[in-house]
C-alpha cells in the first residue's frame, strides 16, 4: 500500500492496527478515533457488551472507514475484549497491534515510538512507562503515583520482567503472532490483564520494552475501584511468583539459581526451625551458647545469601532475543505446507 501523505513509508507499510476495548465510552471515543495517524492501517472497536451502547454509537457516528465494529455478545472485561480485537485485527491481517483505551487518555502521538522497538526487531511487546521522568509525572495523583510503584515491583517479581515499570500501563503494542500465541494461554480477563498478559509473555521468553511517555488524565472516570481489587492483586502476584519460579527454574529450564533456590530455602527454614525449637525447650532465664547460636545464625545468613544470589540470577535473566522472527517463519512454513496439500488435493 502507498503511503498517505505526510506519512512515514516504513509506518505505512508496517501493518498496524489500534484494538480499542469499548466499554462507556460514548463520550470520548470518536475523539481518539480522530486523533488516530494517518498510517495506521485500521481500528478495531470492540463493544464489550456495553451497557451504554458504545458499539450502537460508534456504528451510528463514526465516519473514518478503516474502523471495524466487533460487537461481544457477554461482557469480557478488558482482557477479554482486548484479546478479542487482537484476534480480529490479526485476521485481518495487522502484524503490529496496538491496545489504545477508548476515554481518550492516551496520548498517540507517541505510538510511532510504541511501535518502533516492535518494527526494529528489537522486542516482542512495548509498552508505555510514565515513570522514566518526574515531568512525566505532574499530571499523575499522588495516589495513583504509590500505587503504581508499589503495583510495579510486585510485578517485577511475579513476572520475571526486572526491566520494566508501570506495569498496569494499557498502552501497549504486540507483534501478531506473539498475540495469536499468548490468546491461547489463560490470561486475566479483567483489570489484572495487562500484568497477567506480562507474566504469560514472560512464559514465552518474549522480549519486553518500556517506551517513555508522561501521563494525561481528563474527565474521565475509572471503572477500577483500589479497595475492591487489592486482595485479589496482592493474591495473584503471589500465584504468579509461585508459578514463574517453579516453572522457570524446575520444569523448563535448570540454572545454578535452581540450586541457590533449594538450598537457599533450606537452609533459612533450617535455622529458624532449630531456634524455634531451642526457645521453645530451653528452661526459664537460660541464656543460649555460643554453639547455639551459631547453630541458629550461620544456617540463616547463609541461606539468605543463596536467596539473594539466585534474585540476582533472576534480575539478569530477563529475555533479551526477541521471538516472534521464529514465530513468522513458523508461520510462513505452515502456511506454505497447507498450500502445497491444497494443490495436491
Same mark, same amino acid.
Given at each position: 500500500?502507498?503511503?498517505?501523505?505526510?506519512?512515514?513509508?516504513?509506518?505505512?507499510?508496517?501493518?498496524?492496527?489500534?484494538?480499542?476495548?469499548?466499554?462507556?465510552?460514548?463520550?470520548?471515543?470518536?475523539?481518539?478515533?480522530?486523533?488516530?495517524?494517518?498510517?495506521?492501517?485500521?481500528? =478495531?472497536?470492540?463493544?464489550?457488551?456495553?451497557?451504554?451502547?458504545?458499539?450502537?454509537?460508534?456504528?451510528?457516528?463514526?465516519?473514518?472507514?478503516?474502523?471495524?465494529?466487533?460487537?461481544?455478545?457477554? !461482557?469480557?472485561?478488558?482482557? #477479554?475484549?482486548?484479546? @478479542?480485537?487482537?484476534?480480529?485485527?490479526?485476521?485481518?491481517?495487522?502484524?503490529?497491534?496496538?491496545?489504545?483505551?477508548?476515554?481518550? *487518555?492516551?496520548? +498517540?502521538?507517541?505510538?510511532?515510538? +510504541? =511501535?518502533? %522497538?516492535?518494527?526494529?526487531?528489537?522486542?516482542?511487546?512495548?509498552?508505555? !512507562?510514565?515513570?522514566?521522568? +518526574? !515531568?512525566?509525572?505532574?499530571?499523575? %495523583? #499522588?495516589?495513583? =503515583?504509590?500505587?503504581?510503584?508499589?503495583?510495579?515491583?510486585?510485578?517485577? =517479581?511475579?513476572?520475571?520482567?526486572?526491566?520494566? &515499570?508501570?506495569?498496569? !500501563?494499557?498502552?501497549?503494542?504486540?507483534?501478531?503472532?506473539?498475540?495469536?500465541?499468548?490468546?491461547?494461554?489463560?490470561?486475566?480477563?479483567?483489570? &489484572? &490483564?495487562?500484568?497477567?498478559?506480562?507474566?504469560?509473555?514472560?512464559?514465552?521468553? @518474549?522480549?519486553?520494552?518500556?517506551?517513555?511517555?508522561?501521563?494525561?488524565?481528563?474527565?474521565?472516570?475509572?471503572?477500577?475501584?483500589?479497595?475492591?481489587?487489592? #486482595?485479589?492483586?496482592?493474591?495473584?502476584? +503471589?500465584?504468579?511468583?509461585?508459578?514463574?519460579?517453579?516453572? *522457570?527454574?524446575?520444569?523448563?529450564?535448570?540454572?545454578?539459581?535452581?540450586?541457590?533456590?533449594?538450598?537457599?530455602?533450606?537452609?533459612?527454614?533450617?535455622? #529458624?526451625?532449630?531456634?524455634?525449637?531451642?526457645?521453645?525447650?530451653?528452661?526459664?532465664?537460660?541464656?543460649?551458647?555460643?554453639?547455639?547460636?551459631?547453630?541458629?545464625?550461620? %544456617?540463616?545468613?547463609?541461606?539468605?545469601?543463596?536467596?539473594?544470589?539466585?534474585?540476582? &540470577?533472576?534480575?539478569?535473566?530477563?529475555?533479551?532475543?526477541?521471538?516472534?522472527?521464529?514465530?513468522?517463519?513458523?508461520?510462513?512454513?505452515?502456511?506454505?505446507?497447507?498450500?502445497?496439500?491444497?494443490?495436491? @488435493?
Amino acid at each position: 500500500m502507498s503511503a498517505p501523505d505526510g506519512a512515514d513509508p516504513a509506518l505505512a507499510a508496517a501493518g498496524v492496527w489500534l484494538v480499542i476495548p469499548c466499554y462507556r465510552v460514548v463520550d470520548h471515543i470518536l475523539t481518539v478515533i480522530a486523533r488516530a495517524p494517518p498510517w495506521v492501517e485500521g481500528i =478495531v472497536c470492540v463493544d464489550d457488551a456495553c451497557p451504554a451502547g458504545s458499539g450502537d454509537f460508534i456504528a451510528a457516528n463514526n465516519t473514518d472507514p478503516r474502523v471495524r465494529l466487533l460487537r461481544l455478545a457477554e !461482557n469480557q472485561g478488558v482482557g #477479554g475484549a482486548t484479546l @478479542a480485537g487482537y484476534e480480529e485485527a490479526a485476521r485481518l491481517g495487522g502484524r503490529i497491534l496496538v491496545k489504545v483505551d477508548g476515554d481518550d *487518555q492516551m496520548d +498517540l502521538t507517541y505510538l510511532p515510538q +510504541l =511501535v518502533a %522497538p516492535i518494527l526494529l526487531g528489537e522486542a516482542d511487546y512495548a509498552k508505555g !512507562n510514565r515513570f522514566t521522568s +518526574l !515531568n512525566h509525572l505532574q499530571s499523575m %495523583p #499522588g495516589v495513583r =503515583v504509590f500505587g503504581n510503584a508499589g503495583l510495579s515491583f510486585l510485578a517485577k =517479581v511475579s513476572t520475571g520482567y526486572w526491566n520494566v &515499570f508501570d506495569p498496569t !500501563n494499557g498502552f501497549t503494542a504486540i507483534e501478531a503472532s506473539v498475540a495469536r500465541l499468548v490468546a491461547q494461554k489463560k490470561v486475566a480477563r479483567r483489570f &489484572f &490483564f495487562e500484568t497477567d498478559l506480562l507474566y504469560h509473555l514472560g512464559t514465552l521468553r @518474549a522480549v519486553v520494552r518500556d517506551v517513555p511517555m508522561p501521563a494525561r488524565y481528563g474527565d474521565e472516570e475509572s471503572n477500577l475501584k483500589i479497595t475492591q481489587v487489592v #486482595g485479589s492483586f496482592a493474591w495473584r502476584h +503471589l500465584r504468579n511468583f509461585v508459578r514463574r519460579v517453579l516453572g *522457570q527454574y524446575f520444569v523448563r529450564d535448570f540454572h545454578i539459581a535452581t540450586l541457590e533456590l533449594v538450598f537457599g530455602a533450606s537452609f533459612l527454614a533450617f535455622g #529458624g526451625a532449630y531456634a524455634l525449637h531451642w526457645i521453645a525447650v530451653r528452661e526459664p532465664g537460660q541464656a543460649a551458647s555460643a554453639g547455639v547460636v551459631m547453630m541458629a545464625a550461620l %544456617p540463616v545468613i547463609i541461606g539468605v545469601q543463596l536467596l539473594l544470589q539466585a534474585m540476582n &540470577f533472576d534480575v539478569f535473566n530477563v529475555p533479551t532475543r526477541p521471538i516472534h522472527p521464529y514465530l513468522r517463519t513458523l508461520e510462513r512454513i505452515e502456511a506454505d505446507a497447507e498450500a502445497a496439500q491444497r494443490e495436491d @488435493a
